[in-house]
């Protein structure tokens, strides 16, 4: 049988090349600064936080290591391979374009039907550019899908015509527009399977005809979860499994006013629990250890996360595990029983420190309740990771000043702060009269503030916050802890890790920055040099 299908997931642009492709637009927009807060300058050229554990850790090793963050099985292929096997197809996943290169140039030879590109993580085209031309140089007839929550987006954003030359600028064949898309993809390559494929057959499809794009019947996708997981997984044979991310629910119940997600994601949707624990059991007997619940909102609502947690429990599967938290929604016997069920760091969507601006961003959470949450967790020995902007509408020094002041007096164990994105299509853009907000994205500006001042506060902050460490957003999340973890690092070397990159990161921050020192090239490398696991992959 020949391969129907090929599914090829992230691509990571080194930080190098983003910065430098955002250096002229300096003046014009927060991007660049946004980006160097989430960087080091190291050796002479931006670094990613995942570049920089992986070149400090290989000179502890005294070779290239393999522990990267993208060789965590990325949720969309594997979840893709597997439904896509089930309907009968022949399929094969690429979970990493960058390390799994020669995988991808064997796989190519093959000369598979078609090849999808999942854009779960991008933020422009660039790294989609990148695959179509790889696999145009080594098959240029293939025909070249996009899908996933990138394109989704760019359909929402955007209008025609913007969408027209957005799609000609990334160079593949055929767009799927759904969130979801599975039902689509899986009609879709069935499709491409017959003699003459009549694509305006199937909705949710952008497609080339000529110079032009044809767009199909726009049907939503609301797809079950039950029963419906990734069972494909294989592992390195004698090496620690990497954590695996899952999911037990699909969009999000609330509807904070800067955030497209519920929009995007449809209703709030959750998986039965009886197919969880099919799923668990699952992990459980390859042997995976620790688990990344992907969830937006895992505890609510709080009785099902309570069964959860009992279930997790129940069965002793002793799995390590981090999540995102609502620590407004939550009550001391559920602290309890995440403690016992394995819970080892939680991401916490803050937001902000100060009740008025939580009251304009819709949070439906008070600072008492934040409060009450991180010191529960520290009590039972949970990581926090508080996730705080700066920027939204109606704020101003002083109501940044208390978010400063939030962190420096919780001490949650990781923090992150960064400018206010302004996107165009959610609640807080229909009050743009009210707060006067113009422009969008890292360049706008309202009544109180703009991206130029957001970006100092940011800067500010950062030097004031000493007791929490810093975790940037791209490319290095709690979940990166989780991994390392999995791999054998200790909570305690990736904390002095953090802490070195911090002092890299801020000496950095921006390229004039006259006191750039440098100073802790030489610190950051001898990090992991006395790591238990490193002596391991030494003497191997
Ligand atoms: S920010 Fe989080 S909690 Fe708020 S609407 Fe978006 S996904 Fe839901």
Redesign the pocket.
């Given at each position: 049988m020949g391969l129907d299908f090929v599914i090829v997931g992230y691509n990571q642009i080194p930080m190098n090349d983003i910065l430098e492709g955002l250096e002229v637009t300096q003046n014009l927009s927060g991007a660049y600064n946004h980006m160097a807060g989430q960087s080091v300058v190291f050796s002479n050229r931006r670094y990613s936080y995942s570049d920089l554990i992986k070149e400090s850790i290989s000179n502890a090793i005294g070779r290239p290591c393999e522990f990267d963050i993208w060789n965590m099985p990325i949720c969309a292929v594997h979840y893709l391979v597997s439904i896509l096997r089930k309907s009968g197809l022949s399929v094969e996943g690429v979970n990493s374009f960058n390390n799994d290169k020669t995988k991808l140039i064997e796989i190519l030879k093959k000369s598979p039907r078609a090849i999808g590109i999942s854009t779960s993580y991008y933020i422009d085209n660039d790294p989609i550019k990148e695959i179509v031309e790889f696999i145009r140089d080594y098959d240029k007839d293939v025909i070249i899908i996009a899908g996933g929550a990138y394109i989704a987006n760019l359909c929402f954003e955007n209008d025609v015509n913007q969408q027209n030359w957005l799609f000609k600028d990334m160079g593949a064949d055929i767009y799927l527009n759904d969130s979801q898309g599975e039902r689509t993809l899986i009609n879709l390559c069935h499709e491409l399977k017959k003699e003459a494929p009549d694509l305006n057959s199937i909705p949710n499809l952008v497609y080339k005809e000529g110079k032009s794009f044809c767009y199909t019947a726009r049907v939503k996708e609301n797809n079950t979860l039950d029963y419906n997981y990734a069972d494909c997984y294989s592992f390195v044979k004698d090496k620690p499994i990497p954590a695996v991310f899952t999911r037990t629910s699909r969009s999000?119940s609330?509807?904070?006013a800067f955030?497209r997600?519920?929009f995007l994601g449809g209703k709030y949707t959750l998986a039965c629990l009886e197919s969880v624990e099919e799923e668990l059991d699952y992990l459980k007997s390859i042997g995976v250890e620790y688990l990344v619940f992907v969830d937006?909102?895992f505890n609510i609502p709080l009785a099902r996360f309570k069964k959860l947690l009992k279930l997790l429990i129940q069965k002793d599967y002793k799995f390590k595990w981090f999540s995102f938290l609502?620590c407004s929604d939550i009550d001391d016997e559920a602290f309890d029983l995440m403690s016992i069920a394995g819970c080892k760091g939680v991401f916490l969507?803050i937001e902000s420190g100060d009740p008025q601006i939580l009251l304009g961003m819709n949070k439906r959470a008070t600072i008492e309740q934040y409060k009450y949450g991180i010191n529960k967790l520290k009590e039972k020995g949970i990581m926090t990771m508080a996730s705080c902007m700066i920027g939204f509408p109606g704020e101003t020094e002083e109501t940044v000043a208390n978010t400063i002041k939030f962190i420096k007096e919780t001490e949650p164990t990781f923090y992150s702060l960064q400018m206010y994105f302004h996107e165009t299509k959610v609640p807080i853009a229909d009050k743009a009269d009210i707060y006067g907000i113009t422009g969008g994205g890292y360049s706008w500006c309202h009544n109180t503030m703009d991206w130029r001042m957001a970006s100092n506060l940011v800067y500010k902050g950062h030097q004031e916050i000493s007791n929490s460490l810093f975790l940037p957003i791209y490319s290095f999340q709690l979940w990166s802890i989780c991994y390392y973890m999995s791999q054998g690092f200790t909570k305690e070397e990736l904390c002095e890790f953090l802490r070195y990159a911090k002092e890299m990161m801020l000496d950095s921050y921006n390229n004039s920055n006259p006191e750039y020192r440098g100073g802790q090239d030489k610190k950051i490398l001898e990090v992991f040099k006395n790591s238990k696991m490193v002596m391991k992959y030494k003497e191997e």
């Open positions: 999000c609330n509807h904070c955030c997600y519920p937006d909102t609502r969507g």
